[in-house]
C-alpha cells in the first residue's frame, strides 16, 4: 500500500475570529478544532502519518490542543497558506517523503472518513484530487448592490479539503509556485499543468471562518453524534495503614492508603468502568488484570487515557463524566477543583464535563468503618449515528 501522510494546515492567525485564542484552538463540542480535525485522519486506514503545521506563537496553544496524541513535532509554517503548504512538503521531503500527501485545513473539522477514503482512492488514476461540493445556488455577479448578471453555475464547484497528489508531483509544483498567491493545492497544481479530479465532500465539510460558523459546526456535530450512550461504573478498595493516598488523580497525605495491585485509585477505576460501560466493551480487568505484574503501582491515570483512546479510535466523544466518592475521610471539598481539573485533563474534555461529588455513609457500612473507599462514576459518551 502507498503511504500516505496528511498535513494538517494550521498556522494561521484565526484573527477574523476574535478573542486570546486563535481559531484553530478553539473548542468546538468539548475539543478544539484542530484536535478534532487531526483525529478524523489519526487511525484512518488510508493514513500513514498525520504532520500538523503551525504558527511558532501558537505553539502552547498547539501542545494543549493535541495533548496525547501520536504526532510527531509540528513544522512552522510561513506568512501565507502557500508558504506553510511549501514548508511542510519541504520538511517531508528531507524526513522519509511519503508517496502521497493530502493537504487539509484545520478548520475543516467535520471532513469524514467515506470523503478521505474517496479522496485517496482518486489517486489510483490521477495526480491530483480535491474535495470539492457542486455549486446549487443560482449565482449573480453584483455591481453597486444591483445585478449584473447570471452567471451559468453548472460545472462550478467548491474547493474543499483534504486534496491529495502525488507527493513528488505537489512537491515540485509547489517549489515552482513559490511567491504566487494562490488559494489552494489545486491551483498550484493546476498552475504546474497537472490533472486534479473532483471528489464530491461530505455535505457537512464546512469551513469554520467566522465565529458564526462554530454555532453552525457544533450543530451539525450534535446531529452527528446522534448515538449516545450512558455507562455505569462503581469500585471499592480497602484502606490500609500508609501515608498517602491516590484519588481522583490526584496523591494526598492521609493516616492510611489505598490497598490494590495498581495504585488503588477508586475513583479512576469506577470512571474507567463507566467509559467501558458506555462503549459495551467490558470492565477495566479484562484491560489491566491485577494477575498481570506490569499493573503493579501503575498510575491509573494510564488507564483512563487508554479507555479515551478506545473512544477516540470509534469516533467517538465523551460528552460529561460524573463521580462520586463514599467515603468519611480525606474531606474532598478541599481538592474537589484540582480533582476535576485533573480528571478533565485525563480525559481531554473541558472542565465544565466534569462532575466531582464526595458523600459519607453516615458512619454506617464499610465506608463509614473506613475499611475503604467506594467510587460510583457515570459516563455519557456520544458517537456517530
Ligand atoms: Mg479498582
Known sequence: MSSCT??????????????PVPKQYQELGGMPILRR??????????ITAVQVVISPQHRDHYDRAVA????????HGGASRQDSVRLGLEALAKSGKPDLVMIHDAARPLIDAATITAVRKALD???????????????????????EATIDRSHLWQAHTPQAFHFDAIHAAHQAAAGAQLTDDAAVAEKAGLTVTLVASNADNMK???????????????????????????????????DIIHLCGLTLPHHHTLAGHSDADV?????????????????????????????????????????????????????????????????????RDA???????????????????????E???????EEGIAAQAVATVRFPG
Open 6 to 19: 496528511v498535513i494538517i494546515v494550521a498556522a494561521g492567525s484565526g484573527q477574523r475570529f476574535g478573542g
Open 37 to 46: 480535525s487531526v483525529l478524523a485522519f489519526l487511525g484512518h486506514p488510508h
Open 68 to 75: 496525547g496524541l501520536d504526532l510527531p513535532p509540528p513544522i
Open 125 to 147: 488514476h490521477a495526480t491530483g484530487a480535491i474535495a470539492a461540493k457542486p455549486l446549487v445556488d443560482t449565482l449573480k455577479r453584483g455591481n453597486a448592490g444591483a445585478i
Open 208 to 242: 469554520i471562518t467566522n465565529p458564526d460558523d462554530l454555532g453552525r459546526a457544533a450543530r451539525l456535530l450534535g446531529q452527528n453524534f446522534g448515538d449516545i450512550r450512558t455507562g455505569l461504573g462503581f469500585d471499592v478498595h480497602r484502606l490500609v495503614p500508609g
Open 267 to 335: 475513583a479512576l477505576h469506577a470512571v474507567v468502568d463507566a467509559i467501558l460501560g458506555a462503549m459495551s466493551a467490558g470492565d477495566i480487568g479484562q484491560y489491566f488484570p491485577p494477575s498481570d505484574p506490569q499493573w503493579k503501582g501503575k498510575d491509573s491515570a494510564h488507564f483512563v487515557r487508554h479507555v479515551v483512546r478506545m473512544v477516540n479510535e470509534r469516533g467517538g466523544m465523551i460528552a460529561h463524566v460524573d463521580v462520586t466518592m463514599m467515603c468519611e475521610s480525606p474531606k474532598i471539598g478541599p481538592h
Open 339 to 361: 480533582m476535576q481539573k485533573r480528571l478533565a485533563e485525563l480525559l481531554e474534555v473541558t472542565p465544565d464535563r466534569v462532575s466531582v461529588k464526595a458523600t459519607t455513609t
Open 363 to 369: 458512619r454506617l457500612g464499610f465506608t463509614g468503618r
